[in-house]
């Protein structure tokens, strides 16, 4: 994949930003930040980095939100503010075993997704 001045800019964001994004943020952030970039353009570098599993999309009723790890990982999701926080789980052998056994099927990958609410001081 060819590495345009756009990509380079979605890129350089969503690795100094640890937030998931909407397509309209990063929209505005680059153009913020005088890194002038186009609507249209910045959906279309989304969905190409995302295909090439470069970032990755995580789809939410609202909207996708980008994020600029592309590897397997969980997410904690915060049901007050919306933020999603990474987080890397590593099950146990002996469960993935257990419930291959169970199922008749080969885990390859796995992502957990944890939902709470922000805590009162």
Same mark, same amino acid.
């Given at each position: 994949?060819?590495?345009?001045?756009?990509?380079?800019?979605?890129?350089?964001?969503?690795?100094?930003?640890?937030?998931?994004?909407?397509?309209?943020?990063?929209?505005?952030?680059?153009?913020?930040?005088?890194?002038?970039?186009?609507? @249209?353009?910045?959906?279309?570098?989304l969905e190409a980095l995302t295909q090439q599993g470069i970032i990755e999309c995580v789809e939410r009723s609202?909207?996708?939100?980008?994020?600029?790890?592309?590897?397997?990982?969980?997410?904690?999701?915060?049901?007050?503010?919306?933020?999603?926080?990474?987080?890397?789980?590593?099950?146990?052998?002996?469960?993935?075993?257990?419930?291959?056994?169970?199922?008749?099927? @080969?885990?390859?990958?796995?992502?957990?997704?944890?939902?709470?609410?922000?805590?009162?001081?």
């Amino acid at each position: 994949m060819r590495v345009s001045r756009q990509r380079r800019l979605i890129l350089e964001l969503l690795w100094q930003d640890t937030d998931h994004l909407t397509a309209r943020e990063i929209y505005d952030r680059l153009n913020q930040n005088e890194q002038k970039i186009g609507h @249209t353009s910045v959906y279309q570098n989304l969905e190409a980095l995302t295909q090439q599993g470069i970032i990755e999309c995580v789809e939410r009723s609202e909207g996708r939100l980008y994020g600029n790890i592309s590897h397997a990982h969980s997410h904690v999701n915060c049901l007050d503010t919306e933020q999603i926080i990474d987080v890397f789980v590593e099950l146990p052998p002996e469960l993935i075993a257990q419930i291959e056994e169970r199922t008749g099927t @080969t885990i390859t990958d796995y992502r957990i997704d944890f939902f709470g609410y922000q805590r009162s001081p």
